[in-house]
């Protein structure tokens, strides 16, 4: 069943993400020519909910998108950020990441795929509660 259509200025390109949030609610796209500009888009109303900006664009969205991913300029390395595009922490490891992160359901968990064939899970509330005893917490 079509839901309806999302005006665009541009052509939906092969490769591009439509990343949407893990319970399906949120979905974050290019509506225009501008890759640094998604717009939030409620599922399945396809209510505009606002925009976002950052040069990479989101990967991943958590739920609600509380918490959101990207890849930085490193192809080894994912940036974790808050809803305001503030950067809270760095993953990845030796290897290039194959795949793009995932949020659990319950935005717990970051999860992201490497070229050597292994899957990497980020547990997020011990990463946050690890770096919040060094005072580099959120």
């Given at each position: 069943k079509e839901l309806g259509a999302i005006p665009m200025t541009r052509s939906?390109?092969?490769?591009?993400?439509?990343?949407?949030?893990?319970?399906?609610?949120?979905?974050?796209?290019?509506?225009s020519n501008?890759?640094?500009?998604k717009t939030l888009f409620a599922m399945p109303s396809m209510k505009m909910l606002g925009t976002m900006d950052h040069d990479q664009g989101p990967r991943?969205?958590?739920p609600d998108v509380r918490l959101w991913s990207t890849l930085l300029s490193d192809p080894r390395r994912l940036s974790l950020r808050g809803r305001d595009g503030t950067h809270l922490a760095t993953f990845g490891l030796d290897s290039q990441i194959s795949s793009s992160p995932s949020?659990?359901?319950?935005?717990?968990?970051?999860?992201?795929?490497?070229?050597?064939?292994?899957?990497y899970v980020a547990d997020l509330r011990q990463v946050q509660r690890r770096l919040g005893e060094v005072d580099l917490g959120w």
């Open positions: 939906v390109r092969y490769g591009d993400l439509l990343p949407l949030d893990p319970g399906g609610k949120v979905m974050a796209i290019s509506t501008d890759d640094k500009h991943a969205l958590g949020f659990a359901p319950d935005g717990g968990r970051l999860a992201w795929g490497s070229s050597q064939g292994f899957v």
